[in-house]
């Protein structure tokens, strides 16, 4: 570590009170999500059973760049935003590097990550519908622990589908829900449709995002007074989370810096979303030429080795169907401890984004991203989430080319939570156990092959 | 969970560049260690085998009120510092108080916990001297974490001995203090003759704050170039610690406040001091009468129904005889959840100030602290460790006082450190699993009268 530091913070005043949404300044939009009954585009309406109308509206809002942030969700992030701009002198000196490193540490939320930027914004226009309870899935339990926080503020009831996986190897997770108050089910279970049909194939199924996506639908449409929520993926969770990024724009001008790259890791694509989507506008529209790239686990390569096409959010398919980059939504990810980024596909912004070669995705090993988590504990005193991990391990590949070449480049990634409640899997690294998972060529053409081709 | 909320943060300038010693200010100075070979008072040269000189300097001294803090440790302070003093809207909402209910919460610190403040001081004076390595005991798991992080900060090797019932209860705390680089054992062990005798005699004996500090003792002694360090109950620790009290001080005044209450919960005495000391220098030199409130656990009740006489401050007694509150060094707490608090003896200070009637002390059960941390975490969003639930249930039960009288009294508390490595401790509480332990009379005579009389 180092006794150099230097963190930004923003006055109260400086906190943006608008989200940026990109879909605004994009030239070629998100194609739109279609019914998969009729193929037809859905409108806002479409989404109502489902989600909260507000939400639903954002989802699809392709034209107002800037969405007002509500009073009292405003009220609920002055707890903990602004949240640092770290410039990480001390992993710069570990690696003898010349480039400088920046993070925005979002990790000191109430409940440890990104997460929380989101669900209180859905927790509060589900409220002002009059909605009583809400659903969702948690794969790491990050999104549940955030939901279960933000029901509590807004006085509704929260149930939570965790992956199997992750329930198991994080109970913490669970316990910390259910110390919020919320109800906490391991998926796949036996309480809906879409976990039965699971487990009655496969009873020693660990899970998925997908499944648990069903099954958190499905409990939403049979309950009164209850819809779903969703904690990535969407396109109205990147545009809470473009809270990072803005707050993280005008504290790299405290700075004096402009990153040269945006970093971030990457499941459904929100905390990347966050982070990058701001300054991406300025990629758009004034010329920048910052790159940015998504870091996805090697053992669920959707945006490196997938393929863009309409497919189910979730497994069942209860979902509309999304144009993205998908290993199918039947892919079944290893068991990585990174259970935030096991999910089969991206969305639908990020997917026309990488089409359209506006930002780049790298894939990292298991391994590699606890060895970095682990040297980023040591030289800047916070033990990453395995999620985050991967952004770290992104990071530190740039600034070893910067090394090689000499260059000073700013180099500006997402600390996208902490990794207090894996501790089992810095177990396992530092002992040496941890496993590496590859997936085959032939199992992501296998799995494709079995989509039905929309486009 | 209440949308108003209200955090204060100091300007990087405001960040007190000293701290404050009370032993200056005390009219009764606390009784000198004694030799407990000779029984004569010592002088800090006889600390040096053990500490670092300039702690056992900062220990014995009773004339400096402020001491200035080395720039390399402000300048880790500013990674986390000022921390925020809140005022908890949402548990007052949740208990209907009249009382102002404010906490000054250390959770925030990268470990999670107040012990950092007092970590770097202990590992940066120990560097200056050119000492190599350091060793501690850690009851919960805080301090031991918060050593392994500064020994990285200031490139010193760390050997830790954790109490075993925590070393199994928390087997996370013991990976992070793997991560940070540090040796982790547990105590008793038998890596030591103070070990090696408890086990012989009990294989199945869980440890003790005591012991543990005995096993650091003896390997710190037995190694080249290596000090011993502790993390609570001596002077020099809440002298470290008193930078809490002081930003709370300037806190409280942006707040236009001015405490009527300090309650911290209690283990060897350093959040404690910590956050009370600089309150009360102004009892003891401009007339105000703040009560000050120490919050210990039922089964390891030293303040409330401990004796003050001289004592060791550890089980094997290697350590200078101490003028404490004691249950005597030979007590062994029941396995209680808040791992920090299982200590037998009480600091000198704090001991001085009880005995001169200028604190109190009150007891909790294990049962209440839980339940005044869930209700805590429910309504403040933060999850608070065991030891910090104590502190919790003290204020409410004074927020309660004011509700039946009516009275707008200003609480403060010290949230010494986030519970998301002791979530197992919720889970048993939630499922009603949790057990009290009862401390009898008998126990506490008996325990007392094998001490050797020395005042």
């Known amino acids: 570590m180092s006794t150099r530091q230097k963190r930004y913070f923003l006055a109260e005043s400086e906190i943006p009170t ?117 659903t969702t899935e948690t794969g790491a339990g990050q999104w549940g622990a955030a939901l279960s926080y933000a029901a509590k503020v807004f006085g509704l009831e929260c149930a939570v589908y965790q992956v199997k996986i992750s329930y198991n190897q994080k109970p913490y997770r669970r316990s910390i829900m259910q110390t919020f108050g919320a109800t906490v089910e391991a998926s796949p279970s036996m309480s809906t449709r879409a976990g039965k049909d699971v487990l009655t194939v496969d009873p020693n199924n660990q899970g998925s995002l997908g499944t648990a996506i069903s099954e958190a639908i499905e409990l939403a449409i049979s309950t009164p007074n209850c819809k779903y929520t969703l904690g990535s993926v969407l396109s109205h969770v990147s545009l809470h989370q473009s809270i990072i990024g803005l707050e993280a724009e005008k504290q790299m001008a405290m700075a004096g810096e ?93 997917s026309q984004l990488l089409k359209d070669g506006l930002m780049e995705a790298v894939d990292i090993k298991q391994s590699d991203s606890f060895k970095a988590g682990v040297l980023f504990a040591r030289s800047e005193g916070i033990i990453p989430a395995p999620e985050s991990c991967h952004a770290i391990a992104a990071a530190i590949q740039e600034a070893n080319k910067c090394t090689a070449t000499g260059e000073e480049k700013v180099i500006l990634f997402n600390l996208s939570g902490h990794g207090l409640i894996d501790m089992s899997a810095y177990d396992q690294y530092l002992a040496g156990n941890l496993q590496d998972y590859e997936v085959t060529d032939e199992e992501v053409a296998r799995n494709l092959a079995q989509l039905e081709k929309v486009i």
């Open 258 to 350: 402009y990153p040269d790259m945006v970093i971030a890791c990457f499941g459904g694509g929100s905390n990347f979303g966050g982070i990058a989507f701001p300054f991406m506008r300025h990629n758009l529209k004034d010329g920048k030429q910052t790159r940015f790239i998504a870091a996805e686990p090697a053992s669920c390569p959707k945006l490196t080795r997938g393929q863009f096409q309409y497919d189910f959010g979730d497994l069942a398919g209860y979902t509309p169907l999304l144009p993205m980059f998908t290993l199918g939504h039947n892919f079944m990810p290893a068991n990585i401890h990174a259970g935030g980024l096991r999910y089969h596909g991206a969305g639908t912004i990020v």
């Open 18 to 134: 608008e989200w940026y949404n990109i879909q605004a300044d994009m030239v070629n939009k998100p194609m739109p999500p279609l019914n998969p009954a009729t193929k037809e585009p859905l409108k806002a309406e479409d989404l109502f059973p489902i989600f909260a109308e507000e939400l639903a509206r954002q989802e699809l809002n392709q034209q107002d760049p800037w969405i007002h942030i509500p009073e009292p969700v405003r009220d609920m992030y002055k707890y903990y935003r602004s949240t640092p701009l770290v410039r990480a002198y001390g992993l710069e000196e570990a690696l003898g590097t010349p480039a400088h490193i920046y993070f925005k540490n979002e990790s000191v939320s109430p409940v440890g990550s990104h997460k929380l930027n989101s669900a209180l914004a859905q927790a509060y226009y589900n409220k002002e519908q009059g909605v009583t309870n809400i």
